[in-house]
């Protein structure tokens, strides 16, 4: 199937109440598990790279891989840069043919940020390539522990943003954190229902990984049509290759040893899909 840019997809959640699953990739073996969830499900799915993996393995590199999966998919998949943090990597993502980018510029001033965001949706504009921003501020670690501090989005402030940026989706905060969790969060959905009622676009949340399944249910319900999921596809991986770790006897080839964990991973993405409501959806795009 041709690269799919997410604008549609993610309006057509965003009108009829469901949420697309976009999923972080760290290797070849974590895109092929997703999109093999996406076409179990018949969903269709993001895949996403972030920016923090500029140096090693590379956001080429991981791009090359994600793209290469997304185009012999059977299912609609897009391509995302998640967190960009400057507008040399949103270059090379673009460069590369991701279909979206985030710059991510939530921790700047509400001018600069609209200012920094705009740029990239100007730029973006006549490839065509959809734009991602952030109003509010989701804190916690990208890498997977909890860091710096959550500030929830102002609805106004969330307009003006989406108004003046120029961006196709915009990620807000409602309560959720990047990482593990101390202890489980509180998502403020009455937030995120009147962020929605100001907002046309798709909103998109972030930091999603062990947030209770009922609050990540009630978020789509109330207007969230792009759902990340990262930290804990990775956690999976780490626990069930522990786990088979003492069971090699019988390995012939090294490739072996990521298939247990791997196949893990695309049944918790496959729960993920269902839970967002986009099992079936592919058919509508």
């Excluded at 930091?207 to 209770?212: A, D, L, N, R, V």
């Excluded at 780490?238 to 019988?250: E, F, K, M, T, Y």
């Excluded at 729960?271 to 079936?280: T, V």
């Amino acid at each position: 199937m041709p690269l799919y840019n997410p604008q549609r997809m993610l309006r057509l959640a965003r009108s009829q109440g469901f949420g697309i699953g976009s999923f972080n990739i760290f290797n070849m073996e974590s895109a092929k598990a997703i999109v093999a969830a996406a076409e179990a499900e018949k969903a269709p799915v993001m895949l996403q790279v972030w920016s923090g993996f500029e140096g090693n393995p590379g956001i080429g590199t991981l791009g090359a891989i994600a793209l290469a999966e997304a185009k012999r998919a059977s299912v609609p998949v897009a391509v995302h840069l998640d967190h960009g943090e400057t507008l040399a990597q949103v270059g090379m993502a673009v460069a590369c043919g991701f279909t979206s980018v985030m710059l991510d510029g939530s921790s700047l001033p509400l001018a600069e940020n609209i200012a920094a965001t705009r740029r990239v949706a100007d730029f973006c504009r006549a490839l065509p390539v959809t734009v991602e921003g952030e109003i509010g501020h989701v804190g916690g670690g990208e890498a997977g522990t909890t860091g710096d501090v959550t500030a929830l989005t102002d609805p106004a402030e969330a307009l003006r943003f989406y108004e003046e940026s120029g961006v196709d989706f915009v990620a807000v905060s409602i309560g959720t954190a990047h990482g593990c969790y101390d202890c489980p969060p509180t998502l403020d959905i009455d937030l995120l229902r009147r962020i929605a009622a100001k907002l046309p676009c798709p909103l998109v949340l972030h930091g999603s990984s062990y947030t209770p399944e009922e609050m990540l249910v009630a978020a789509v319900q109330n207007g969230i049509s792009k759902v990340n999921v990262a930290t804990e596809l990775g956690d999976a991986v780490i626990r069930a290759s522990i786990a088979q770790a003492g069971n090699l006897v019988n390995v012939k080839y090294a490739n072996e040893l990521t298939d247990g964990p791997y196949a893990q991973m695309c049944e918790l993405v496959r729960h993920k899909i269902r839970l967002f409501g986009g099992a079936g959806k592919a058919a509508l795009l």
